[in-house]
């Protein structure tokens, strides 16, 4: 059994202005470097031999905070946060609610459905975890695509109740078993840094 950790970037300016981010960047704020530094400690302790981040620099840019720049590791496309189209740079309050999972309204105006999202961060996770000697990973990546794909693993319900428990806040780390003889995900916790006194 193999081990995913899935980890969500540092706080943003688009995330302290509560704007939309989506598909576009924006910088890590100094919270979300103290954020980062504080889940380095525990990165510290996992063993961790690869890791991998989407291409956006607010996930890389946390990687290399985490890993103490000390991990060689790759970037891909299929890990980035979804594309909002329109909404991208707007405020966070017009995102549609995600109550029973019915917040497919961007691609009505040229973003992504979750299912896409989730089907390309699914593909490509379970591609990386399959590869030789990948027992420990760490990806960096974000909070809709770790959502999309969380729904995918543990349903749409169980999701809404996270997220309702702010458990996909900057710098958190969804921990998951891989089965690779079943090429399967199973949940088993999230894990929240200690943010006190930043």
Same mark, same amino acid.
């Given at each position: 059994?193999?081990?995913?950790?899935?980890?969500?970037?540092?706080?943003?300016?688009?995330?302290?202005?509560?704007?939309?981010?989506?598909a576009c960047d924006s910088?890590?704020t100094d919270r979300g470097?103290?954020?980062?530094?504080?889940?380095?400690?525990?990165? *510290?302790?996992? *063993?961790?031999?690869?890791?991998?981040?989407? $291409?956006?620099?607010?996930?890389?840019?946390?990687?290399? =905070?985490? $890993?103490? &720049?000390?991990?060689?590791?790759?970037?891909?496309?299929?890990?980035?946060?979804?594309?909002?189209?329109?909404?991208?740079?707007?405020?966070?309050?017009?995102?549609?609610?995600?109550? &029973?999972?019915?917040?497919?309204?961007?691609?009505?105006?040229?973003?992504?459905?979750?299912?896409?999202?989730?089907?390309?961060?699914?593909?490509?996770?379970?591609?990386?975890?399959?590869?030789?000697?990948?027992?420990?990973?760490?990806?960096?990546?974000?909070?809709?695509?770790?959502?999309?794909?969380?729904?995918?693993? =543990?349903?749409?319900?169980?999701?809404?109740?996270?997220?309702? $428990?702010?458990?996909?806040?900057?710098?958190?780390?969804?921990?998951?078993?891989?089965?690779?003889?079943?090429?399967?995900?199973?949940?088993? $916790?999230?894990?929240?840094? *200690?943010?006190?006194?930043?």
């Amino acid at each position: 059994m193999k081990t995913l950790y899935l980890m969500r970037h540092g706080q943003t300016l688009f995330n302290q202005k509560e704007l939309i981010q989506g598909a576009c960047d924006s910088p890590l704020t100094d919270r979300g470097i103290k954020q980062a530094e504080r889940a380095a400690d525990i990165i *510290d302790t996992l *063993d961790i031999k690869f890791a991998y981040c989407s $291409t956006a620099e607010r996930a890389s840019d946390t990687l290399e =905070i985490v $890993t103490r &720049n000390k991990m060689p590791y790759e970037r891909h496309k299929e890990l980035k946060e979804r594309n909002f189209a329109i909404f991208e740079g707007e405020s966070e309050k017009l995102h549609p609610q995600w109550e &029973n999972g019915l917040d497919d309204i961007y691609p009505l105006f040229g973003g992504e459905s979750s299912l896409d999202v989730s089907a390309r961060v699914m593909a490509k996770c379970k591609e990386i975890m399959m590869q030789k000697e990948h027992d420990k990973v760490l990806i960096v990546s974000h909070a809709g695509a770790i959502s999309c794909f969380l729904r995918e693993v =543990i349903g749409i319900e169980a999701v809404s109740e996270l997220r309702k $428990t702010n458990s996909f806040d900057n710098c958190s780390i969804v921990k998951l078993k891989f089965d690779s003889s079943e090429n399967s995900f199973d949940f088993e $916790t999230i894990i929240k840094p *200690d943010f006190t006194g930043i």
